[in-house]
């Protein structure tokens, strides 16, 4: 390398070193438990090339984000759905716009029972008269235990868990699963989706719902049909991708960007980072499926304002 070629890199590393060590300051990033884990991952990478960052995660659940939000206790709502008409509304009765939904990543639940269990399948009703006391897919009664799905199985009865009500995927189940039904009022809900994976894999008679970058050996993914003549659908990245897994979600982060202004500068930093090539990448890594690059190129000109 000459000597000229060496100081021109020099001076783009001092550059850059000097772009990161000018980004300075704390995020706050407050919701779900779903994107926990992935969004710890890209507030470390993110810290990495901006030490001055500093990044708290709380994640009860992404009920907690709009609140969050709302009080200004938060300037990043992460949630595995989308905020609710009237959380929306609320946002809008107190800063009088509505908040910037930014899609991040997605997401597919994943139905699990115990590996000694026969049951391969399910279907939309069957997981209705399980789950649910009002039925609304249409089963003429509630399914109690094994033997009622699969004659090979047990006759004991069956431990519906999954998630409580702060989260954004029991929201998802009940929309997509119970055909917006109410719970039954015996499911264990948990506020975090490895404790439905702990009691899966530890009880025989349980079933559980979880996110696809939770499954593990512990527990066995069912095949899900949306309709009882459907064929089911393998819950595996490639029926994600194709569209073919119909309980397929985006996730999200939200943030307070007021009308006609440009979002805060720490907060486009990071939200940018998170679309990038190598935050995506994380996407991947955790279980998750990346955007496509044209979603994640328009997010990132909404987000600095082009």
């Known amino acids: 390398m000459s000597a000229r070629a060496f100081a021109l890199v020099f001076l783009l590393l ?28 890209w507030s470390d990478a993110f810290r990495a090339h901006h030490p001055g960052v500093s ?6 659940g992404s009920a907690s984000a709009p609140i969050a939000l709302l009080e200004g206790a938060a300037d990043i709502g992460a949630m595995s759905r989308p905020m609710s008409e009237e959380e929306t509304a609320r946002f809008e009765g107190r800063f009088g716009y509505a908040p910037t939904q930014v899609a991040v990543a997605r997401d597919a639940i994943v139905v699990i029972v115990h590996p000694d269990n026969p049951l391969s399948t399910i279907t939309q009703r069957e997981l209705d008269a399980i789950y ?4 609304r897919c249409g089963a003429a009664s509630a399914i109690l235990s094994w033997n009622a799905l699969d004659p090979a199985a047990s006759g004991r009865r069956i431990l519906a868990t999954g998630r409580n009500s702060a989260s954004g995927t029991s929201e998802f189940f009940r929309e997509k699963a119970l055909c917006g039904g109410e719970y039954r009022a015996d499911v264990v809900g948990w506020p975090g989706h490895g404790a439905t ?12 719902y979880v996110g696809i970058g939770y499954l593990n050996g512990l527990v066995k993914p069912l095949a899900y049909a949306a309709d009882d003549g459907a064929a089911p659908v393998a819950p595996v990245m490639a029926n994600v991708m194709n569209g073919d897994y119909p309980l397929a979600r985006p996730l999200y982060l939200y943030v307070n960007r ?3 202004r440009a979002l805060a500068p720490l907060s486009a930093a990071f939200l940018a980072y ?10 991947a890594e955790d279980g998750f ?3 496509p690059h044209d979603e994640r190129d328009a997010q990132t000109r909404f987000i600095h304002g082009h």
């Open 258 to 260: 007021p009308s006609q």
């Open 14 to 41: 001092l550059a850059f070193d000097a772009r990161a060590e000018a980004l300075s300051g704390s995020l706050t990033i407050v919701g779900s438990d779903t994107l926990s884990t992935l969004v710890l991952r």
């Open 132 to 135: 649910s006391d009002t039925r």
């Open 55 to 60: 990044i708290q995660l709380q994640t009860p």
């Open 197 to 208: 994976v702990a009691t899966v894999a530890a009880n025989a008679d349980a079933i559980g």
């Open 274 to 283: 998170v679309l990038s090539d190598e935050a995506q990448a994380e996407v």
């Open 289 to 291: 499926l990346p955007l």
